[in-house]
């Protein structure tokens, strides 16, 4: 009897967010994905989730922000986006920091704001919808801890203003701690994908003693496995990060081990799905702090999930990929 009264409650709590058709909405609503870096594959997957969840609905969806690692031009972006009134926004933090004051004004009008993939946990936004980052980061260091015999240099390519990379770099920490013999180098590719096939290059041709290469952001693993095939280099460690495509490729090609899978079709999707439910399901307070609420009404994070990619499963991967964005 219990199990059967859950599925009608919780039934009826999910119904809002899946039964969204027919005349509740209007023409006028128009929601925003504020990013960066936008024409890489991660966002691109993104942009196909909030697409698909916006026909679902019968709303007007945008991704809108830089096409470069910009935190100011982001930031930009963010106050422009808040004078043409959206009925709710969704962001990925460039700089935690700089965007905090954006969300908050947002709130402060209104306009709900949910972050996806990198969080301002300072914030008033509503609600994280992402990878838990530190879970991720361990998955990734274990792997990485095991490929290298639990010995040898490794590094470690990041950009350390991220909150979500700093997340992971810390989990990587917590796991490589465990193995004094492995040593590693932090590299800051500020957002530039060149700076990691520089980096890479530089070590190489200089013969320097690097055993495995961690990728903590989706850019620059396809560069470290660039560097190697180029230079006919193996037996080297490459832990990636995401699933851009040239990284899928390097793992077929056994240039990358294994790489660590989000779901940005899924965060987006469901995030445009949730601020809808918002919209037209006001929360009694978009200010009060939910998240030390017992009894919230909504959830502080969503974990979307992260899956380990090897040559295992990476076809099947890929298969699955191509079916939900129609490739």
């Known amino acids: 009897m219990s199990r059967l009264i859950f599925s009608v409650v919780f039934g009826l709590l999910v119904l809002p967010l899946i039964d969204c058709g027919g005349s509740q909405h209007s023409p ?73 004051g954006d969300i908050d004004a947002a709130i402060g009008q209104g306009v709900p704001v949910i972050t996806i993939d990198s969080d301002v946990p300072l914030s008033k936004r509503v609600a994280f919808i992402g990878t838990d980052n530190h879970q991720a980061g361990l998955m990734g260091g274990r792997l990485a801890a095991k490929e290298l015999k639990f010995r040898g240099v490794a590094y470690i390519y990041t950009m350390p203003e991220q909150k979500n990379l700093a997340d992971r770099l810390a989990a990587y920490k917590e796991v490589f701690d465990n193995y004094p013999q492995i040593k590693t180098e932090l590299v800051d590719i500020k957002g530039d994908p060149t700076v990691a096939f520089d980096k890479t290059m530089e070590l190489i041709e200089k013969n320097e ?60 999707f469901f995030g445009l799905k949730l601020l809808d439910d918002l919209h037209h399901h006001s929360l009694p307070s978009l200010t009060r702090d939910w998240a030390q609420d017992s009894f919230a009404p909504i959830p502080a994070f969503i974990d979307t999930g992260a ?14 990929r191509n079916l939900a964005t129609h490739k």
């Not at 899956?307 to 699955?320: E, R």
């Open 28 to 100: 006028d609503e128009k929601y925003y994905l504020i990013a960066s870096n936008l024409k890489v594959p991660y966002w691109q997957e993104a942009n196909a989730g909030l697409t698909k969840a916006a026909v679902q609905l019968q709303v007007q969806a945008e991704m809108v922000g830089p096409d470069n690692y910009d935190a100011q031009a982001q930031h930009d972006q963010f106050q422009d986006v808040l004078k043409r009134k959206p009925t709710g926004i969704l962001v990925s933090a460039v700089d935690a920091k700089l965007i905090k």
């Open 209 to 268: 003693r690097v055993d495995g290469f961690v990728c903590l952001v989706s850019i620059a693993c396809p560069e470290v496995a660039e560097v190697l095939n180029r230079k006919k280099v193996t037996g080297k460690v490459v832990v990636a990060m995401d699933t851009d495509q040239r990284t899928l490729d390097g793992i077929q090609k056994g240039l990358i081990s294994a790489t660590i899978g989000q779901r940005p079709f899924t965060m987006a």
């Open 307 to 320: 899956t380990l990619i090897d040559f295992s499963n990476v076809d099947k991967f890929i298969a699955a």
